[in-house]
């Protein structure tokens, strides 16, 4: 128990001049000579040989990633292959009219894509209907999606999802038709396409 105690006591930060503090009273360990450590760095278990080994710190932004089970762990720069990333949104809050096609994004490749649009209506009319039309090209042909809503009740609400091909330097827009609306209504817009590479 002493020896732990003393293994804990070295590792705390607020130890001075930790870059040079000698902890050869730990010899249990293996080589932990200060200078066998660089500043900064990490320790982790080393082997039979010698228990305790010295990572090297990383440069800023990379992540402490492992490197196998016979491998001492690195530092590393995290890869984002495989996530998905939002690649734009768009909000249109209390409109009263029509919204003409609007550019939401243009892609730089080929690839999958995922939309989200959701039209609310936020204050109700006595008539009338909008319609959120999403606008794509597959690299063959235009595509075209619509999700709508009535304007007669407050907080009526139309959402839908959309797992969309687009081909390369293609154009994602959307626009909103609003038909036959009577009594003042208001509507609001909200999309998020996701990029799925």
Not at 116 to 143: E, K, M, P, R
Not at 164 to 170: C, D, E, F, K, V
């Amino acid at each position: 128990m002493k020896k732990l105690l003393t293994f804990l006591f070295v590792v705390l930060p607020s130890v001075a001049n930790a870059q040079t503090f000698s902890v050869q009273n730990l010899s249990i360990l293996g080589n932990t000579e200060s200078a066998a450590f660089t500043q900064y760095g990490v320790m982790v278990g080393g082997g039979a040989s010698n228990p305790v080994a010295g990572i090297s710190p990383g440069t800023s932004g990379q992540v402490l990633t492992s490197n196998g089970p016979t491998a001492n762990p690195s530092f590393q720069t995290l890869s984002l292959a495989g996530f998905v990333s939002i690649a734009a949104t768009a909000n249109a809050v209390s409109q009263s009219s029509g919204i003409g096609g609007t550019l939401l994004f243009t892609t730089a490749s080929a690839g999958m894509y995922v939309v989200y649009a959701d039209i609310t209506c936020v204050q109700a009319g006595t008539a009338g209907t909008a319609s959120l039309n999403i606008f794509w090209n597959n690299g063959s042909a235009a595509q075209q999606a619509t999700t709508t809503v009535t304007l007669t009740t407050l907080g009526n609400e139309s959402s839908a999802g959309y797992v969309i091909l687009s081909g390369n330097a293609q154009n994602i827009s959307y626009s909103v038709n609003v038909n036959g609306a009577s009594g003042s209504p208001l509507y609001s817009v909200r999309i998020r396409l996701i990029s799925l590479g």
